[in-house]
């Protein structure tokens, strides 16, 4: 009986084991399907939400997750295929602790409103200068209002005064024969590959330092030696762009206490000061020496010294390097990327290269020596006039930078209520990138053949004639509207017809090329490339066709 009972008992407990079990099973599988069934839904609602704003929309994160799949691709790219989904428009949403919400336009209606109509309402802002004040400081490029206006004026008249005309061009045709061409030419005798985006980079360097401080790093010449202020500058830039896609909480964070990327840029930003303060130091010293007779420079640095500010006094060491870091951002990278994508660009396009060949010597023939049989062996000096006339070649540069804008994205901020022409509602504090990559490759802006590289449709009649503004924004609009435009041209053309009339450019085998996430849009891997001596036999069959 007892053993019956003690059966029994036994039974009935793992019956009751296997009951309470189950019912935790099924409890725990309801908490499953409760849970699976949210983020069921997160997920769908998220998709869905991307008809209307172009991109999924999580929880917490916003778009981060889709932005740091464009981050690992091409995301210039990348953005421009939201914005041709968007007709041009959409509302970038960060997560809700982050500073990364925006409106990012490529639409050239918004554009000229900001850059033109409302100028007033769109300045740089708060937001665009806390974040590269270590590196450019109060300069023209993150300026605002009077800091702004003062800078751009005094800037304004000296870049159209004779005398500053006159030493562009003298230091560039000095560069551009005394070193850039030895370089090349080194380059052909020993039959080595070159990284043409570095030789660039180093011409642009030394040229606009000279414009700048009146001063040459010698970044150009044969071994191509590394100097510190030019590594400085370089790696300066590049941690000042990581800013943009940290949160601010996360950069400045890591910044007080000095770790990753920040400690890089502030030991960057300390060999960009100690370069700065050197040359200012040196320059007063010699202008307090300085007599009358003597020949004036006329740098900038030098014209802002002898300027004054609101209460008359001599303008501060500090803004005096902010003024020159800014002026060296601006025309180191601008005019170096751009050739860099326009050669590489002509490898793809041999008949662009044979009408640019064909312009050069057609030009070229109109000398009285050579219609009296100079001979081609003898060093080839193009004059400013000639390089005004090579409207094919302005073309072909023109359509590069369409393409491949030196300044791929820009930045603004609205500081009162507003709305875009497209009827984009802007509320006060909000950022707008301005994409103007995304615009060379917008059907609505530029037709069907917007992805094919075509100088002629910047030709009228053969004459070159420029786009509005807010079409082709490579040099800005409006009021800010690159105050170099014109020298740049004139710069990317003579070193372009300097080399094109000497070499053959060809990208070497293999190399690959695609855009950095920079200021500026610097090919990753740079751009490596054979040069091959153009024969005379070659030369002479264009100059006997425009006989």
Not at 21 to 50: G, T
Not at 161 to 190: D, G, I
């Amino acid at each position: 009986m007892n053993n019956v009972t003690t059966t029994m008992s036994s039974d009935e407990g793992v019956v009751g084991n296997f009951v309470s079990r189950r019912l935790f099973f099924l409890q725990y599988l309801h908490v499953l399907e409760f849970v699976v069934a949210v983020l069921v839904f997160v997920v769908i609602n998220s998709l869905r939400q991307r008809r209307r704003y172009g991109l999924p929309v999580w929880p917490f994160l916003g778009m981060v997750p889709s932005l740091v799949s464009g981050l690992r691709s091409d995301l210039y790219e990348w953005i421009s295929d939201i914005l041709c989904e968007q007709n041009g428009t959409f509302r970038f949403k960060g997560p809700w602790f982050s500073s990364l919400n925006c409106v990012v336009t490529a639409d050239p209606r918004n554009l000229e409103h900001l850059l033109k109509s409302k100028f007033s309402v769109f300045p740089k802002g708060p937001y665009f200068r806390d974040t590269v004040r270590d590196l450019l400081g109060d300069g023209i490029f993150s300026a605002d209002d009077e800091t702004w206006q003062r800078q751009r004026k005094t800037a304004s008249i000296e870049f159209h005064s004779a005398k500053f005309r006159q030493l562009t061009t003298e230091s560039l045709l000095e560069l551009v024969h005394a070193r850039l061409l030895p370089v090349l030419e080194n380059a052909v005798n020993q039959s080595i590959s070159i990284d043409l985006q570095d030789v660039l980079l180093r011409l642009t360097f030394d040229n606009v330092c000279m414009i700048a401080f009146g001063v040459d790093p010698g970044c150009l010449r044969l071994g191509l030696p590394e100097i510190p202020f030019a590594k400085a500058f370089e790696d300066a830039t590049e941690a000042t762009l990581l800013r943009f896609v940290t949160p601010t909480c996360v950069w400045k964070t890591m910044r007080c206490l000095d770790l990753g990327t920040e400690k890089k840029l502030k030991k960057s930003i300390k060999g960009v000061d100690e370069f700065a303060e050197e040359v200012i130091r040196t320059r007063k010293k010699e202008l307090s020496l300085q007599t009358e007779d003597k020949k004036q420079r006329s740098d900038l640095l030098t014209v802002f010294m002898r300027l004054k500010d609101e209460q008359g006094k001599p303008f501060s060491d500090k803004f005096l390097r902010d003024i020159c870091v800014n002026f060296i951002l601006a025309g180191r990278d601008t005019s170096s990327v751009a050739l860099s994508w326009f050669f590489w660009l002509l490898e793809k396009n041999p008949v662009v290269e044979q009408k640019i060949l064909a312009e050069i010597c057609k030009i070229v023939n109109e000398r009285d020596d050579m219609k009296n049989g100079a001979d081609l062996k003898s060093p080839l000096i193009f004059r400013p006039e000639e390089i005004k006339k090579m409207d094919y070649l302005q073309a072909s540069l023109s359509e590069a930078l369409r393409l491949y804008p030196s300044v791929p994205v820009d930045h603004k901020e609205v500081v009162e209520d507003d709305t875009f022409p497209d009827g984009t509602l802007l509320k006060k504090g909000t950022k707008v990138i301005y994409a103007i990559y995304a615009m060379g490759r917008m059907e609505a802006i530029w037709g069907k053949d917007c992805r094919e590289y075509k100088p002629e449709r910047w030709l009228r009649d053969g004459r070159y004639m420029s786009e509005s503004a807010y079409k082709f924004t490579a040099f800005n609009g409006g009021p800010r509207l690159c105050l170099g435009k014109d020298f740049a041209y004139y710069q990317m053309k003579f070193v372009a017809a300097s080399i094109l009339y000497r070499y053959r450019v060809e990208v070497v085998k293999g190399h690959v090329v695609v855009p950095k996430l920079a200021l500026t849009m610097y090919m990753k891997h740079g751009l490596k490339v054979n040069l091959i001596k153009r024969p005379e036999s070659e030369l002479q069959v264009y100059l006997k066709n425009n006989v």
